[in-house]
Antibody, heavy 121, light 107 residues
């Protein structure tokens, strides 16, 4: 069974960099047929896709966040990470990592439990 | 960029049928996925590719997609179905697009 777990600081100061890690079990990050994603939900708002990567070499980002986002991978640890620079209060949200299901046109079948991140001023 | 439109909220009587809509330009030409989101929990995919149910999702959940509207149908609504429901598509320009979500209340 595929499982994902987010980790990282729950509090980040404004203007600094938010760094989160997703640890995967039950599947290999190095598989080239899956996309590994970051998604967030600000309090009282809807889901917002942040970005994705695949070990096939493809990396894509939400155009509205692209200038501030980096996604990296640690294959030996079976982890992938999110960095979001120059954060503001608007970046306060629950952050999720998720994986798609192969061949299902972007269906996100596996999600982590989510991590609350608060940006303080 | 591609946009999805969902009603903010709907109510359904216990045991009755709820129909949640997701509007988008020619959405019938796309694959629509639906997620159930309860407070404090991760989203759960309840329908993928318009009408397919993942393993473990009750048959009470079904979906359709045609023209400019996709629909999630919850039959024989239960109290446990109260949640936010999000539709989502993959678009070649905007990639993963979510609707704003519909809050379902079971009366």
């Amino acid at each position: 069974q595929v499982q994902l777990q987010e980790s990282g600081p729950g509090l980040v100061k404004a203007s600094q960099t938010l760094s989160l890690t997703c640890t995967v079990s039950g599947a290999s990050i190095s598989s080239t047929i899956y996309f590994w994603n970051w998604i967030r939900q600000p309090a009282g708002k809807g889901l917002e896709w942040i970005g994705r990567f695949s070990s096939s070499g493809i990396t894509d980002f939400n155009p509205s966040l692209k200038s501030r986002v980096t996604i990296s991978v640690d294959t030996p640890k079976n982890q992938f990470s999110l960095k979001l620079t120059s954060v503001t209060a608007a970046d306060t949200a629950v952050y999720y990592c998720a994986r798609d299901t192969y061949g299902d046109y972007g269906a996100l079948g596996f999600w982590g439990q989510g991590l609350v991140v608060d940006v303080s001023s | 960029s591609y946009e999805l439109t969902q009603p903010l909220s709907i109510s359904v009587a216990l045991g009755q049928t709820a129909r949640l809509t997701c509007g988008g330009n020619n959405i019938g030409n796309k694959n629509v996925h639906w997620y159930q989101k309860k407070p404090g929990q991760a989203p759960v995919m309840v329908i993928y590719r318009d009408r397919n149910r993942p393993s473990g999702i009750p048959e009470r959940f079904s979906g359709s997609n045609s023209g400019n509207t996709a629909t999630l149908i919850i039959s024989r609504a239960q109290a446990g179905d109260e949640a936010e429901y999000y539709c989502q598509v993959w678009d070649s320009s905007a990639l993963y697009v979510f609707g704003a979500g519909t809050t379902v209340t079971v009366l």
